[in-house]
């Protein structure tokens, strides 16, 4: 792999060469086809020549059982050959989309920076397919060109000019051809992108239908994916027309070619320098060469196509890191105290704050400030300056594989599974079925599993829609509870909760982390109540530390922050 990351070409070589056994008896499969069909018209002028013009019935039936055997084999190499290379290319598309999926999901992050989800799920579908599909077209590249060099020879063995005009004529339409494929490629490439954007807006919009519609806000949502949308079809037209076009000066210089292979053939004949048997063969050739040309028109078509994908594919692979492993272990036990000392990053200006057993809330008017210390205590990045620790080691000397075994950093905006609600409590892990009790009935969320049809065993519908507001909130908190890790961090958890089940909720959650580290990142009165202390944040610094009672007391902008 290239030093800087995998490029377009190294990601559709190693498609090929991950199918290459595929590939090959494919390919040799589909010269086999191809020679036969070149054979045919051959047999048909022996047969003229030998049988019909010498009225000899033996050599006719001979002939034309050697003529059954072609069309049995041609026709066998068809059929073997395209299920192969068929099912080389989808093995192909399939391994792509691990490998994508694999990078998009790797703890390091970076792969979905300046990305929508919808335009990676378009990269992992579309362009995948399009690479699997370049590797399915190869062995019919190979095909061709057999089907190309028998021609040559038959041609030869009947005249040497016309054999001379075939070697001689194919080199340089194979160049224009790959010429011509340029602005396919470019315009397919441009296509794809718009189209992966397109796939991620309106991803977006589904996402936040719900809240669109609470603001009123469906007319400028229609409006902007109105706009992304007709710039994907306009992408799509442009590369259609380029393919159309590509086509057809591709299927006309090819027209040229064959009519001046029969013409010469013709006139050939009509000298007598080739009976008519051979020029029956020639003429048939000539006919022939037209399939091997569209293929390969086709093949290069595709292979344009599919290096465009193949360069979107290699940018995700070789997206850098967002944060680098290092070489430092957490002891055995982790206690799960976390320091920050002059941490900044984005909106953090110079933080220092110490975090241990107990729960700690941390409260700030600023939603970029929140934003950015989940995103340093979940190493989802780096500090622009200071450290943060966990137990006294850097979170950057730590693989964030392992950070996060210790780290847990619950979005406010969570995501639920279609699968049932006891499976996304228990987030795929194999949870001690206690654990998981608790964490239901810390979070409510049993009640909310007593009010479904098939209680807990429940299957949920896509992203939890089948669930209001505050029961996905309940849900999403059981499962960062049944995880039980040494830390967790949870961002306004119950904003959707009514004030009696968030009052159940702060006093179950007190005693479900008893002695484990819990910071609260809200501005809820009720969470905040059943903390051991408040960490406040103005300004993107810490300036006040106290009980919640404290401050509400004595801090008019706190009190001004969570009693408003």
């Known amino acids: 792999m290239p030093a800087g990351g995998p490029t377009g070409g190294h990601v559709l070589r190693e498609a090929i ?67 192969i290379t068929e099912a080389a290319g989808e093995r192909a598309t399939h391994r792509l989309r691990l490998d994508l999926a694999a990078r998009v999901l790797d703890p390091r992050g970076g792969a979905d920076a300046d990305r929508l989800p919808g335009a990676l799920t378009s990269i992992a579908t579309n362009d995948a397919r399009r690479v699997g599909a370049a590797v399915t077209v190869l062995s019919y590249g190979a095909s061709a060109l057999a089907a190309l060099a028998v021609s040559a020879v038959a041609l030869l063995r009947i005249s040497v000019p016309l054999g001379l005009l075939v070697l001689l004529g194919i080199p340089p339409l194979l160049w224009l051809g790959h010429r011509i494929s340029g602005p396919l490629e470019r315009r397919s490439e441009t296509e794809q992108e718009r189209a992966a954007h397109a796939s991620g807006v309106a991803a977006d919009l589904v996402m936040g239908l719900r809240v669109l519609k609470g603001m009123g806000a469906e007319p400028a949502a229609v409006a902007r994916y109105r706009r992304t949308s007709q710039d994907s079809l306009a992408a799509a037209l442009r590369a259609a027309r380029s393919r159309a076009g590509h086509e057809g000066a ?116 600023d939603p970029a400030a929140a934003r950015d210390l989940l995103r340093c205590l979940a190493r989802e990045s780096d500090p622009a300056g200071g450290v943060v620790e966990l137990d006294g080691v850097p979170l950057t000397g730590l693989d964030p594989d392992d950070v996060r075994r ?64 505050g029961q996905r909130q309940r849900v999403a908190l059981a499962r960062a509870l049944a995880a039980g890790r040494p830390v ?26 008893r002695d484990r580290t819990t910071v609260l990142v809200t501005t809820s009165p009720a969470l905040l109540a059943v903390t051991d202390r408040v960490v406040v944040l103005d300004g993107g610094t810490v300036t006040a530390d106290g009980r919640h009672a404290e401050l509400v007391a004595t801090d008019a902008s706190y009190r001004a922050a969570v009693l408003a």
Do not use: W
Not at 28 to 35: A, F, K
Not at 262 to 289: K, N, T
């Open 17 to 83: 060469r991950g199918r290459r056994r595929g590939v090959v008896a494919a390919s040799l499969l589909g010269m086999g086809h191809q020679t036969c069909e070149a054979l045919v018209p051959v047999l048909v002028g022996v047969i003229i020549d030998e049988a019909v013009a010498k009225g000899s019935s033996g050599t006719l039936l001979r002939l034309l059982a050697l003529l059954a055997v072609v069309f049995v084999v041609l026709s066998t190499c068809y059929r073997v050959g395209a299920r």
């Open 250 to 365: 591709v299927l006309a210089l090819t027209g040229v070619f064959i009519a001046v292979i029969a013409l010469v053939g013709a006139y050939l004949a009509m000298r007598g320098s080739i009976s008519v048997g051979e020029l029956v063969a020639a003429v048939g050739l000539a006919q022939f060469l037209l399939g091997p040309f569209q293929l390969l028109t086709f093949v290069n078509a595709e292979f344009a196509q599919g290096r465009a994908s193949a360069r979107r594919i290699a940018e995700v692979l070789a997206a850098p890191a967002a944060v680098e492993p290092g070489g430092a272990a957490l002891p055995g036990a982790v206690a799960g105290r976390i320091r920050l000392r002059g941490v900044t990053l984005g909106a953090l200006r110079g933080v220092d704050l110490d975090l241990g057993p107990g729960l700690t809330g941390v409260v700030t008017g």
């Open 406 to 469: 210790a780290v847990l950093v619950a979005p406010h905006d969570a995501d639920l599974f279609e699968t049932s609600l006891l499976d996304n409590v228990r987030g795929g892990a194999d949870a001690d079925t206690a654990a998981v009790e608790a964490a239901l009935a810390a979070s409510a969320a049993d009640d909310v599993a007593r009010l479904l049809p098939d209680g807990a065993d429940t299957v949920l519908t896509e992203r939890g829609r089948s669930l209001s507001g």
């Open 488 to 513: 967790l961090v949870l961002h306004d958890p119950t904003t959707a909760v009514d004030t009696v089940t968030e009052s159940r909720i702060a006093a179950r959650l007190r005693e479900t982390r």
